[in-house]
T-cell receptor
Framework: AQSVTQLDSQVPVFEEAPVELRCNYSSSVSVYLFWYVQYPNQGLQLLLK??????LVKGINGFEAEFNKSQTSFHLRKPSVHISDTAEYFCAVSSYNQGGKLIFGQGTELSVKP | NAGVMQNPRHLVRRRGQEARLRCSPM?????VYWYRQLPEEGLKFMVY????????ESGMPKERFSAEFPKEGPSILRIQQVVRGDSAAYFC??????????????FGQGTRLTVV
């Protein structure tokens, strides 16, 4: 079975400060990892994904994430956040034998303050 | 190219009524997934369907819930005899294929079901 743990339910940060949203996963097979963003009353939008290859993945809106197999982590980072980054962020895992089924973490609410 | 379309966006049902949620996948996508998001929680997988087939329904409650994806028309998530605990946002996602490949799943904007 697979699981995802997002270690922080809420992360408040000031505008232009760096941010890291933490994600750890558990799986007995090789995984694919994703970060999605959800703005209020909206669906989910893919920020970035790790399938294979380079462990540093760059996504949209200036976000990046690093896959660390030994620590089973996939933390999301941005060097300088904007007010518009205020949203809920979800880490998700899938694997080859699961089709396109995603297992999501509980979400991290990022609140960017001026 | 229209995205994943879900309707209605908001649905209010009284306890005991039936709720029908519709999802039209993106053009060319033959795989549909339903997820439920309870208040203050993440998304939980419910069911994975291809045209006329249920591939994985491991996340579906054993009673009152059913899903279909017919040859023609949208995918339908049906909840019979709704209870207050069914109040949630229901999201549909679609992808083109998963034959060993992991494709990006595109999400709709969700249907917010409120049971009164």
């Amino acid at each position: 079975a697979q699981s995802v743990t997002q270690l922080d339910s809420q992360v408040p940060v000031f505008e232009e400060a760096p941010v890291e949203l933490r994600c750890n996963y558990s799986s007995s097979v090789s995984v694919y990892l994703f970060w999605y963003v959800q703005y209020p009353n909206q669906g989910l939008q893919l920020l970035l994904k790790y399938l294979s290859g380079s462990t540093l993945v760059k996504g949209i809106n200036g976000f990046e994430a690093e896959f660390n197999k030994s620590q089973t982590s996939f933390h999301l980072r941005k060097p300088s956040v904007h007010i518009s980054d205020t949203a809920e962020y979800f880490c998700a895992v899938s694997s080859y034998n699961q089709g396109g089924k995603l297992i999501f973490g509980q979400g991290t609410e990022l609140s960017v303050k001026p | 190219n229209a995205g994943v379309m879900q309707n209605p966006r908001h649905l209010v049902r009284r306890r005991g009524q039936e709720a029908r949620l519709r999802c039209s996948p993106m053009k060319g996508h033959s795989h549909v997934y339903w997820y439920r998001q309870l208040p203050e929680e993440g998304l939980k997988f419910m069911v994975y369907l291809q045209k006329e087939n249920i591939i994985d329904e491991s996340g579906m409650p054993k009673e009152r819930f059913s899903a279909e994806f017919p040859k023609e028309g949208p995918s339908i998530l049906r909840i019979q005899q709704v209870v207050r605990g069914d109040s949630a946002a229901y999201f549909c996602a679609s992808s083109p294929t998963t034959r060993g490949d992991v494709n990006e799943a595109f999400f709709g904007q969700g249907t917010r079901l409120t049971v009164v």
